[in-house]
């Protein structure tokens, strides 16, 4: 059974920077997809940034692309999401994901496992 769990988030001023990690465990790190995902509160969870199982392409939403860089770590058995120029509209819970099936897939329902989520705050 797949188990991630997320840190690194916390409350940051406009403009900063955060780096999250999400650790995997319980199975071979290199054969999932692995991506971030976030949910700010009274909205619907949305894709963020995935990678693929070798980290050599990653994909971003549009919201995104240009100030975060999704990356993994395979002797860390690590996922990360560093994220520069941070903005108040990305508060939210961010999640880790993993998906033994799909690539690049921005859509909830194609991902099998989910961490518990780390909670980023931006302040104005």
């Known amino acids: 059974q797949v188990h991630l769990v997320e840190s690194g988030g916390e409350l940051v001023q406009d403009g900063g920077s955060l780096r999250l990690s999400c650790v995997f465990s319980?199975?071979?790190?290199?054969?999932?997809?692995l991506a971030w995902f976030r949910q700010a509160p009274d909205k619907e969870r949305e894709f963020v940034a995935s990678t693929t199982r070798r980290g050599d392409k990653s994909w971003y939403s549009d919201s995104v692309k240009g100030r975060f860089t999704c990356s993994r770590d395979s002797a860390k058995n690590t996922l990360y999401l560093q994220m520069n120029n941070l903005k108040p509209e990305d508060t939210a819970v961010y999640y880790c994901t993993a998906s033994m099936w799909t690539m690049g897939s921005a859509t909830v329902g194609n991902y099998e496992f989910w961490g518990q989520g780390t909670q980023v705050t931006v302040s104005s």
């Open positions: 319980g199975a071979e790190f290199s054969t999932y997809t």
